[in-house]
């Protein structure tokens, strides 16, 4: 009875050591099952897309309030820079957390700018809301759809302020400055683009 052959092994196998063996187990587990990073799709927490823009849009907020001195005795605009959140939030991913914030930053507005308590609560919780109603209309749509609805949120946010105003004061608001205002935050549809393109499909867990 012939013994049965062994196949010779390759020289790959020959020179597969168990230190080498271990080495190579440990390259797989650390650089072929690594976590995504953030900026190819990785997992982006809520401060990411909620708490830093938020800080930023208070920030932007007390920058341009700054009386600083301009040619031909021009003002700096003062757009409301959370609208752009409060219409953005909603697009990105609801979240319970979006608005807490733009309470926050509502009532940090009433007092900043001296408005009746609630007041701006009232239009970004509005604003929120309505675009919240609407998302599945928004998203995966065209740029020019975005850019649509925006300006109705501004414009919703616009008509409630000066319906709330002349209920409170009795007196029609100057609508020449509501317009100025309304297109300084309109502007601010390029924030909001940049969110949707930086936040809307950045997280696997939501793919």
Excluded at 27 to 41: D, H, I
Excluded at 49 to 74: C, K, N
Excluded at 126 to 146: E, F, K, N, P
């Amino acid at each position: 009875m012939l013994a049965p052959q062994r196949r010779p092994r390759s020289s790959s196998t020959r020179s597969m050591t168990p230190s080498a063996s271990r080495r190579a187990r440990l390259y797989k587990a650390l650089f072929e099952n690594r976590t995504p990073r953030r900026g190819s799709g990785g997992i982006v927490g809520p401060q990411d897309w909620l708490l830093y823009p938020a800080l930023l849009a208070v920030l932007a907020t007390l920058v341009l309030a700054t009386d600083l001195p301009l040619p031909f005795g021009l003002d700096l605009p003062e757009p409301v820079w959370p609208v752009a959140l409060a219409f953005a939030w909603p697009l990105i991913r609801p979240s319970f957390i979006a608005p807490i914030l733009l309470g926050l930053m509502g009532l940090f507005l009433d007092y900043f700018w001296g408005a009746p308590l609630g007041f701006y609560v009232i239009g970004l919780m509005a604003v929120h809301a309505a675009t919240l109603i609407i998302r599945s209309y928004i998203v995966g749509q065209d740029t020019w759809v975005v850019i649509g609805a925006y300006t109705l949120a501004v414009l919703l946010f616009f008509t409630l302020g000066v319906i709330m105003t002349t209920l409170d004061s009795g007196v029609v608001p100057r609508l020449i400055s509501v317009f100025e205002q309304m297109l300084a935050t309109w502007c601010l549809v390029v924030v909001v683009l940049i969110l949707l393109e930086r936040f809307l499909n950045s997280d696997v867990r939501f793919n």
